[in-house]
């Protein structure tokens, strides 16, 4: 019998990719189904940027690239950062990665050690979870429900810190329910972390560029825990360039180092075009990132405003990302026919199967009774996919 290693069989598979690939067999089948479990711009790349990586083919830029990234993009990256928070990393701070997936992937496997905790607050982002198992270390779940507007308090913090503690993992904007904490509620957490100064802070910026509540703090910013905040970024969520799979971390300088050490072992380093196209995106005019900022927040409007006349959904106002996660408990227990809603999986099957829309449950996310929905599509697929679901869940009782 061929092995798997137990590594691999002690971790889930991606609910939100899972998912995705379900409602694409569904519509290879000719059943129109709406995609909103899919986190992902529905944005083509800016001209631009395609330019920049034509132009890279033409200049020959097919040879292997640097394992932490060529320097004129790290250097660019760290002029973004620079331009946009107001802090400064060398570019031997940064290292770039195929996507921020890998990123945080690599920050995870170069600082934690086997029983090593990881405060994770939830709900939190699918490979989270895994990619401490992937480390061997423990992760520390710290709940905040819709009440607390999906964001953690100092005093919850300061709870699940024990001795073993090595790292805390932060998302804002959050995947999967677009809250942002503010500068108030991050200096308070500040407050507690100031007084342990063996944890490593691991700040997924990801989505910082697409924010609505007109400022934005990266912990990074915060002098009290500066030298051991690592933020991760990349170009997908702003720049509309998932497929490029360009992401970073900036780091202090031993955890880039070892992040570059592990990277060349198993990567090498991404690919020379797409981080050619990369550095045009942060060195050219960023009017796009502002356009798509404002269209998913006329989106976050339009979607908030449809689940909120669906009785028996409880949702919140997102702040950033394209998500919202409505709270969906009340579903659980009712029927249409035979079939009986129990939980989070049912519910989701049952939109996917009779409304053929796609949606995640929120127990992949760590937080069951709720249902992830992605907004990254067009106001006419978003009034549809609403329309079907507040059919749908009608049909319940």
């Known amino acids: 019998m061929l092995q798997i290693s137990q590594r691999i069989n002690a971790m889930a598979a991606s609910a939100t990719l899972a998912m995705s690939q379900r409602s694409n067999e569904l519509r290879a089948s000719g059943v129109d189904v709406i995609n909103l479990s899919v986190g992902e711009p529905d944005f083509n790349t800016p001209d631009f940027i395609k330019e920049a ?30 331009a946009t928070e107001g802090v400064t990393f060398a570019p031997e701070q940064i290292v770039v990665s195929n996507g921020a997936k890998q990123a945080l992937c690599n920050v995870i496997l170069a600082t934690i050690n086997p029983g090593d905790e990881v405060i994770i607050p939830t709900p939190a982002w699918v490979s989270y979870v895994e990619m ?11 709940p905040a429900a819709i009440d607390q507007d999906f964001k953690i308090t100092a005093g919850q913090l300061r709870e699940a810190i024990t001795p073993h503690t090595r790292m805390v993992l932060l998302c804002s904007p959050s995947n999967p329910t677009g809250s942002v904490y503010s500068r108030d509620e991050l200096q308070a957490l500040v407050d507690v972390l ?7 802070i691991l700040s997924d910026e990801i989505y910082r560029h697409i924010n609505f ?6 912990m990074a910013t915060f002098p009290e825990i500066r030298d051991r905040v690592v933020v991760i970024n990349g170009v997908s969520k702003a720049y509309a360039m998932t497929g490029w799979r360009i992401g970073f971390c900036a780091a202090p300088l031993p955890i880039a180092k ?16 797409a981080q050619k196209a ?11 990132v502002e356009d798509m900022r404002e269209a998913f927040e006329r989106r976050r409007d339009l979607v908030v405003s449809l689940a909120k006349e669906i009785p028996g959904l409880k949702v919140n106002e997102p702040q950033g990302a394209f998500y919202l996660f409505p709270e969906v408990g009340g579903f659980f227990g009712k029927r249409v026919g035979d079939r009986v809603i129990n939980n989070g999986s049912d519910l989701t099957m049952y939109l996917l199967e009779e409304a053929h829309v796609a949606t995640v449950d929120g127990a992949a996310f760590c937080l069951p009774g709720y249902i992830r929905l992605s907004y990254a599509t067009s106001d006419d697929l978003i009034r549809e996919a609403m329309r079907r679901i507040k059919e749908a869940l009608a049909a319940l009782h």
């Open 53 to 82: 990586a034509k132009r890279a083919i033409d200049n020959n830029f097919s040879f292997y690239s640097p394992v932490p990234g060529y320097m004129s993009l790290r250097k660019a990256i760290a002029a973004n950062i620079e």
């Open 132 to 142: 401490v198992k992937l480390a061997e270390g423990v992760t520390v779940e710290v």
């Open 194 to 200: 100031k007084d342990y100064p063996d944890i490593l």
């Open 213 to 218: 509540t007109g400022a934005y703090s990266s």
């Open 258 to 273: 070892a992040v570059t050490k592990l990277q060349g072992q198993y990567t090498s380093g991404a690919s020379s075009i």
């Open 278 to 288: 990369a550095e045009a995106a942060y060195l050219g005019p960023q009017q796009c």
